[in-house]
Each structure stands twice: as C-alpha cells, then as structure tokens.
C-alpha cells in the first residue's frame, strides 16, 4: 500500500507554475532592456556566446530538483508487510433529518449545517465500525450503504440538503423502517442506528417503530437539534426570492424542537438522548455505548510495516542542483 507520511509537503509544488511565470517574466524583461541598449541587428554577433538551450536547461533542472525536495519532503511510503488483524465492529446506520425545517437558523449557523457538522464528526469518531447513512424529509433515502469507506460517506453527508427531498415532512418512522431493512439479516446484534434531527414528526408511529426495532436487536440512540423557541423556516421561492415558509393565511411558521418526542424514540430503541450541544461528549459517550454491545468479529487486511523512499527523491534532487550549479550558458566555441 503507498502513502505519502508527511503530504503537506506537497504544497511546495505550487511554487513550480509560478517558479516557470518568473522565468517568463524575467525573460521579458531582459529582452526589453537588451533591445534598447543595443541594436536587434548586433545582438547575434554580440551575444553568439550564450545559449538559450543551455539557459532553459539549468531553469528545468531547477525546476525539477524542486519536484523531486517536494516528493522528499513528503516521504513516499510503501507497506510490505500484509497481516490480517481481527477487530470487533458495530453495524451503524446514520439517519439524518434534511426536512426544510432543519433550515432553522435557532442553532448556528443552521440545523441543516450543524447537523452535517456533527454527522462528519460521528464519522471520524466511530471509525472501524461499519457505517451507512440514511437521508429522510417526506421520505426515507438510502444514501450509503453500510461501508468501511468513511471518506464517501462523509462526501455524501457534506452534500446532503432539503432539495434532495422529494416530498417535504418528517417521517422517522419511514426512515427507522428503511434503516431496520437495510442490515444484514443473519447479524442478531451490534446494529445500531444514530437519528440526528429536529424531530418535528408528521407520523404518529415513531416511536412503536423503534420499539419494534429494538426486538430486532437494534439500539436506537437520537440526536436534536434545536432549541425550545424554535425559529421560522427560511426557504427560496420558485422566482429566487428569500423567504420564510407561511401557513394557507400568510402567517409565518416557526419550526418547533420536538425533544420529548426524539428521547421517547431512544428510550424506546433501547438507547440514549443526546443534545448536538453537548458536542464530542457524544461521541465520546456512544464510543463507550458500543462497546457494550455484542460485536461481531470480522478480519481486516492491514499493512503492518512501511519502508521509506525520500533518500532516493533527495539524492536525485541534489544531483539535479550540482548539475545546474555546474551548467554554463555560455557556449563551447571551435577555434580556428
């Protein structure tokens, strides 16, 4: 497996492209005060002892000992030694709430945005379970399916908005269904799903379906987002206009936290009520909760060694250098 230790080293080659626009520049800038010092016609009888070959020359091996410093610098990595190692891992579902009324700015910057926040935290924090992430408004949406690939569920949560939705609502019910579907028949434990929302339901059956869920050996832990005064719901009119979400007489909606309703559906799943404002102590809590729960064991590859390569970028880098520092630009010439 390849990787490079230290990457951030790789922004050296950003000094390349505006290394070569120097080069152009000062080129420019020589041929202008060369032509008013001496006359176009005499340059060549002149100037017939300097190469431009062997000027571009020394620039492009400037240019590429910077490369090879930057590949260096940044320490290319190869695993060669493969070892299978036995982890114990928890089957995780992350359902998240993208409804209009997330778009209530009572959290900041919105609950859509702290809730995605949060979602990419829980990823990189319960990382080494599976994982799959289920999107809900008036529908339920398998967006993941469960994965060990963090860095694609994380791209989809980042993505995740209200004009996904094609129906607008809240139906957890519909979205613990879907999540209840999705795993694997023959695990009788370690499923677990996390609900991040601001649990402003349509559906009266939440919370028997997580009940139910729970006798299916599913543990049910939710996350609310809100705060008891609620806020309006901004949205965009059809025409690009921002607004806020009226009733059929023209008065303002105000979106209404609903905690009471999301710590029944975990009491009720067998798990916990978490507050997004209690922050990493959630995740570090639900660490803790996982543990406790029967995990199945699976079997991982993993590279246990890697042998470094940047002694050979670097020797190539500094040969490059003495080469340049050797170079001339003024030709050989033949005498007569």
Do not use: C
Not at 156 to 165: C, G, V, Y
Not at 218 to 232: L, R, S, W
Not at 280 to 299: A, G, H, V
């Amino acid at each position: 497996m390849f990787r490079f230790e230290e990457i951030s080293y790789l922004m050296l080659l950003a000094g390349i492209p505006i290394l070569v626009l120097l080069f152009f520049i000062s080129y420019r800038w020589s041929k202008l005060r060369l032509n008013k010092m001496i006359d176009i016609g005499l340059q060549p009888s002149l100037l017939n002892h300097i190469s431009k070959i062997l000027r571009r020359t020394k620039q492009l091996l400037i240019l590429f000992s910077i490369l090879f410093l930057s590949l260096a610098g940044a320490n290319p990595q190869w695993g060669n030694k493969k070892a299978k190692v036995a982890s114990k891992s928890a089957d995780i579902f992350i359902v998240l709430d993208i409804s209009q009324s997330m778009m209530a700015k009572d959290i900041s910057p919105n609950r859509m945005e702290r809730a995605k926040r949060f979602a990419e935290q829980l990823t990189e924090g319960l990382k080494g379970n599976r994982m799959g992430l289920i999107l809900f408004a008036g529908e339920a949406y398998l967006q993941m399916p469960l994965t060990s690939d963090y860095a694609a569920t994380e791209l989809f949560i980042r993505t995740a908005n209200p004009d996904q939705a094609g129906t607008q609502g809240t139906v957890i019910e519909e979205a613990l269904n879907l999540a209840s579907k999705a795993f694997q028949e023959d695990n009788l434990h370690h499923k677990t799903i996390i609900i991040i929302s601001d649990g402003e339901n349509h559906e009266e059956n939440a919370i028997a379906k997580a009940k139910e869920a729970f006798d299916q050996g599913i543990v049910i832990y939710a996350i609310g987002i809100g705060t008891e005064e609620g806020d309006f719901i901004p949205y965009t009119t059809p025409n690009g206009v921002e607004d806020y979400k009226r009733d059929e007489n023209g008065k303002l909606i105000k979106s209404q936290f609903n905690q009471a309703l999301l710590n029944d559906i975990a009491n009720s799943g067998g798990g916990k009520y978490y507050s997004i404002l209690a922050g990493d102590q959630i995740i570090d809590d639900l660490n803790l909760e996982l543990e406790k729960l029967d995990k199945r064991e699976i079997e991982q590859k993993s590279f246990t060694d890697y042998n470094s390569y940047f002694q050979y970028f670097l020797f190539v880098a500094f040969l490059l250098l003495i080469l340049e520092f050797l170079l001339s630009e003024r030709k050989t010439l033949n005498k007569t």
